[in-house]
């Protein structure tokens, strides 16, 4: 069902997690749980940094490392 003046309710959603899915395809996954969260914490900064504030990723991070 679509809406005027409604974009597609999952479109946004999908495309955020479109690089993690291609990550994980690409390295098969992970074999130890501690690198996979890794991965989902350094994704989170990032993607809350550029909703948030438009930085740039590494200088997300070293703020974020640094502090």
């Given at each position: 069902?679509?809406?005027l003046g409604q974009g597609t309710p999952n479109n946004?959603?999908?495309r955020d997690l479109r690089p993690a899915v291609v990550q994980r395809k690409v390295t098969n996954g992970y074999r130890a749980m501690w690198a996979a969260?890794?991965?989902?914490d350094v994704r989170t900064?990032?993607?809350t940094a550029?909703?948030?504030t438009?930085?740039?990723p590494f200088a997300?991070?070293?703020t974020t490392i640094t502090a």
């Open positions: 069902m679509v809406h946004a959603c999908e969260k890794g991965e989902a900064v990032v993607a550029a909703l948030k438009k930085a740039t997300t991070l070293l």
